[in-house]
């Protein structure tokens, strides 16, 4: 079985004629089945435009895709994710494979990705490296963490495993269908008085002026007091131009942004939630922070009702919102919980520290 690992070039636009818009668009078509098969159908899907701004380099991350072909035929797919401003020792990749392939297969076509992924690494002297597989709340191999773990035979894991990766944390993928909470507003009214001393302001789109200096600090609190386990990140530096390209990114493919931040008594934001809203009926949550200063007043359940009556009353069409959390972050889980969240996948997170591929070796 020879596999074949190619880069592919990403187009100007997602509908340009010709060999990079014909590749891209087979891409995109591979992300949507591996999606839909790993999640459910809908949770993830994207149009063209919002795929093609997800994979779009930028100042901050620069993003590498590639396929491989079986027999000529596109079998799987990796993307790489290499940070330019901080942790510019790490390359984070992901593999897919097409949905429906034997086991067998769709291992060889995984380790293929992951020795191409780890070429890119050496080339690009990235010596701290994340790989991704399905996870689970409980299984053979237990994160790093304690919390969450992973089966490290399955196909997407066993070549990390075999580089010498360690299973360092594990998300959980929830997902809200917004239409069973029927009391959606008298949520919010008692999460805003049992959350005395503080208000809620929301937009939509870019950070209005008055909250940017405000933002860009918890953007830069996002990176050191969320949990991450013991993955190699550094904290990020926000200034107001990193805000402006984020949200300018993130809004481009046809996107929206909504945007809800929890005020303290002296008017300082202290907290943010915000939610992704394009094509489809789903709704992705992003960001969702409170600062360690204050927490305990019930912040976390003020901004989720309070973006989640936002989305409600601006985009009626989205019933239902998808979510990322790390295992550990009970808090958090337990707050998405209550709102109505409920699992459909898990994710695990894989890392190869300058360490582990010694011991590899």
């Not at 269908?177 to 805003?192: F, K, N, P, Q, Y």
Request: proline share 5%; no cysteine.
């Amino acid at each position: 079985m020879t596999i074949e690992i190619h880069p592919i070039e990403m187009p100007t636009t997602a509908t340009e004629p010709g060999e990079r818009g014909d590749a891209f668009r087979e891409h995109h078509a591979l992300a949507e089945r591996s999606a839909a098969a790993r999640y459910a159908p809908g949770v993830l899907d994207l149009t063209a435009d919002e795929r093609l701004t997800a994979w779009a380099t930028t100042a901050t991350e620069r993003n590498v895709r590639l396929g491989a072909r079986l027999d000529g035929r596109l079998v799987g797919a990796a993307h790489l994710w290499l940070p330019l401003a901080e942790s510019t020792d790490v390359l984070d990749f992901g593999t897919a494979a097409e949905p429906g392939l034997d086991a067998s297969t769709a291992r060889a076509v995984h380790a293929a990705l992951v020795e191409r992924a780890l070429a890119v690494a050496g080339t690009e002297r990235r010596r701290t490296i994340m790989g991704g597989s399905p996870g689970a709340a409980t299984g053979d191999r237990t994160a790093a963490t304690g919390f969450g773990a992973a089966d490290p035979g399955h196909p997407e894991a066993a070549p990390l495993v075999a580089a010498g990766f360690e299973l360092e944390q594990v998300y959980r993928v929830s997902l809200l269908h917004l239409d069973a909470v029927h009391d959606l507003r008298a949520r919010l009214e008692a999460a805003s008085a049992r959350s005395r001393g503080y208000d809620v302001v929301a937009w939509q789109g870019e950070t209005p002026g008055v909250h940017r200096e405000a933002m860009r600090r918890l953007h830069e609190r996002m990176s050191t007091d969320a949990p991450v386990g013991g993955l190699a990140l550094e904290p990020e530096v926000w200034s107001d131009e990193r805000l402006a390209a984020f949200e300018q990114q993130k809004a481009e493919g046809g996107r929206t942004i909504r945007t809800v931040a929890a005020r303290d008594a002296s008017g300082t934001l202290v907290g943010f939630s915000t939610l992704f809203v394009g094509s489809g009926d789903v709704a992705r949550q992003h960001d969702t922070l409170v600062v360690r200063e204050h927490r305990g007043h019930g912040l976390g359940m003020l901004l989720k009702l309070a973006n989640l009556v936002e989305l409600d009353g601006h985009h009626p069409g989205h019933r239902r919102v998808s979510t990322w959390n790390a295992e550990e972050n009970r808090p958090m889980l337990a707050t998405n919980e209550a709102v109505g969240f409920a699992p459909i996948a898990y994710e695990a997170v894989w890392q190869r520290t300058p360490r582990d591929e010694r011991t590899a070796a």
